[in-house]
């Protein structure tokens, strides 16, 4: 999920980002079908080489799509699925490999959120039948009306339960083998396929889909034989994706998904009855017009929602264009800015901890990050990350800028909601005005003699289950002061000409339910349809139609926000209500302050390296305030790997009692009798929290925290009661490896694994997978099921495909990625060619001209520059400009007297340029010595001529020894180091060395590779005069 509205954020900023995907589809011809000849050029312009696929993101929409009915069970969801994944592979065209990821089971710190997310969608379900229930009374009531038998024994169809797409449950079970199945089945069938490797990890593979893509992609860029210049295509909904794009250090590297932006721009259409020229808003529920007498020229499958390709590439120029600080005091290096930038986003949102209450997204939460990052980077001297590593010195300097201007962004927040609130006022206002007037003209029409009474009103036939869901939005123009129940009764009785009977007058008004229950709650209620067959997969359960009023979350009355952090005294309230401590408590504050702190340590590692602990989680519902963290570079944080849990035991950490169907049936008294050591773990109501939020949907979902000892030792006692196919659904898997008889791999493998000699169990266990051969690095083992050249048919009866396969010539072995011998390293792999730049300096100069003023127009107290008033007009030096520049530590006592308080530390090797020459040669615990008069380059490389220069230093010069300051220059080009040279004078005051800060006044290179000496320092405190040597002021 990553950071809520990311994607419309990002596309509105950084518009070249995004291109549409030129897409080939398949066409009739006399009623035959043709498929896409995928083995032509890619209609996109280059041919792409792998494709990952996030399958979450696929199985989702195909189990509640948004566009037409669901589908009526699970071999009917299983080839909705295998459709979309076809039409994905065939846009994108993957030349080298196929990789499908499914959610396994999740660190503990995400589990959380599952948790939160699957009680809350039980909930929501639960809400949808009760619609459905109300539907079949007012269904009754209309028949009574009409004089019409009433049937009593009407049942309603549960709501498909998609909590069951979770590991362990048979539904993942069956989609595992559907998905090799039809993979199989492309392999033998499809031209396109014959040289594509496909690996699959299935939900019995520990890790979320796209942390899993994200370890295969950094296992095969350890690998020598690395191609750099491997184009990559992820596909997924989640927002993350773009971030672990980023974070992949990959030039070649774009995200698929849906335009999400197409339903702005598509004609007027209504939601509720899909016909064109209209909106939900205003409609009248008359029936649609037909096209042809049958209506059989009617269009009977909806349009298929166009795809876009975010481009990486492009997002890195635009990101190295608005991060680059002009003078910053080191060099700057694109790859670790990025790293930094995607560090920052983790503040505004991330799956894993709750976002800081001063930022959101909405409010421009990243720009301020941004900017006060561009504002402390001369203080902080460096990155605030390395390789997955969070400088947590640097880290407090961004939250000091950030709490420097939280309380002002908190009462900016404030006034924008206040004026938002009058907005809305005003326009409901002149809505009611605008519907008195059309009811005066109504009842002037009346009396018309073209007036048909009844003539709009909806005919019987046409209510349905959508329009009672959605009647809030439907109706809000003409009864937005109505109860829907009256409001269909109005319609129905329009229908008549009789006095109302007396079952529709005493009819029992249900509050109407939000509009505003959010895009997720939408896709849930739209899952079921008026059929009351059983559902063949999934178990549900038949409600008897029960006639009983239902309150809900009203919008237009929100719980009152009695924190108010717009108020003087927010943060004790803040913690006296969310936390339930007293406000003097501040040592708990800064434990919470702490546990973000690991938290933010966990995920950039989770990003970058890969899971750092399977069991540690953030242990609160809400996140603290940036004012609270203190000294957090004091913090020493490690991580305990752990395991992850087995598929039950997720099972049994995230879903609510009411979804025990999709869990063993020894597990079930667990969940639900009064005397189990884990009830409470299952509660059957909750509070929601809606936190200053408007919509329920935002809402806080307040649940206890599984504790993991209690949860496995209860399960423990189950265990010897589970059957065999049950164990075998809780065990861990591997990756399969699926190829076809054309791969230059299968006939290698067939030989180790599958030939006569080998047969006997003579064979090896394992086959080392060549990069240079097989272009996949990594390890294959043979899959004892897995049998060459037998029938191929689907995990179930329904689920078959067209033409059958009865000689499979496809092989399916195990596969492991390469073990991880070192630390991912966020860099550009030489021999990389980058893609052609896409802004033009005009994108680049608008682009830095915003970067130098955006974040600071939210919040944050006006801050005037007074160094600029004598040189502009009072009007123009009146204009705000906020400054997130955190202050600059004091200095040391014994600062200026000529005596260093040690020797220079050595380099730090994180800050070494590694595209520096002379990198490769310097220790990390090297201290600079007394060298000759000049140090001649590395063999190969010129002399330096003159240039720019900027050098960098650890020390002045020490008393003891004599020796210079370590020093880098940067000059155009290239960057190369600097020699040392025992100084001829003693160290004046100039000659500082700060034990505090590391900062030094060191000697850098000079003109040449070795570099001249230095005249003596003046006696400015810690500043050398330029002299011959162009030396200069350097920093560690």
Known sequence: MGVPALFRWLTKKYPKIITPVIEETPFDIDGVKYPVDTTKPNPNGEELHNLYLDFNGIVHPCSHPENKPPPADESEMMMAIFEYTERVVNMVRPRRLLYIAIDGVAPRAKMNQQRARRFRSQMDAKEADEKKAELQVLLRRQRIARGEPEDVDQVIKKTWDSNVITPGTPFMFILAQSIRFWCQWKLNTDPAWAELKVIISDASVPGEGEHKIMQFIRSQRSDPDYDPNTRHVMYGLDADLIMLGIATHEPHFRVLREDVSIQDAKAKTCRLCGQPGHYAENCRGTAKEKSGEFDEKASKTPDLKPFVFLNVPILREYLGAEMYVPGQTFRFDLERALDDWVFMCFFVGNDFLPHLPSLDIHEDGIDKLIAIWRDNVPIMGGYLTCDGEVDLARAQVILQGLAKQEDAIFRKRRENDERRERNQERRKRQDEQREQRESRNSKQRRGSPDYTQGANALPASEINYNMVVNRGAAEKAIASNK?????????????????????????????????????????????????????????????????QPVKKFDPDNPPPDTVKLWEEGYADRYYEQKFHVSPTDIEFRRKVANAYVEGLSWVLLYYFQGCPSWTWYYPYHYAPFAADFQDIDQLDIKFDKGKPFKPYEQLMGVLPASSNHAIPKPFHPLMTEPDSDIVDFYPEEFDLDMNGKKQSWKAIVLLPFIDEKRLLAAMATKYPELSEDEHMRNELGKEALLISDKHPLYNDLAAEFYSKKKAKGDGPKEVKLSMRKARVAGQASKNDIFLPHMDLRGPEEDIKLDPEVDDDCSMAVHYDMPPKTHVHKSMLFPGVVLPPPVLDKSDVAILKSKARNSGRDFGGAPLYDNSRRDHMADAQWRQPRVNYAADRPPLPQNYGNGRNGGPPPPPDPRTLDPSNPFAAFLDPKFAPGMPGARIPPPAGLPPQGHGQYQQYGNGGYDTRDNRGGYGRQDQYPPAQYGGYQQPQYPPQQGGQYDNRRQDGYGRGGGQQNGGRQNYPPQQNPGYYQGGQGQNGYGRR
């Open 483 to 547: 109860s829907a129940a009256a409001v269909l009764k109005e319609k129905m009785l329009a229908q008549q000409n009789a006095t109302p009977t007396k079952d529709t007058t005493d009819a029992t008004p249900v509050e109407t339910p939000s509009p505003a229950l959010g895009k997720r709650k939408a896709e849930l209620m739209a899952n079921g349809d008026e059929d009351t067959e059983s559902d063949v997969g999934t178990p549900g359960r038949s409600t008897p139609v029960v006639e």
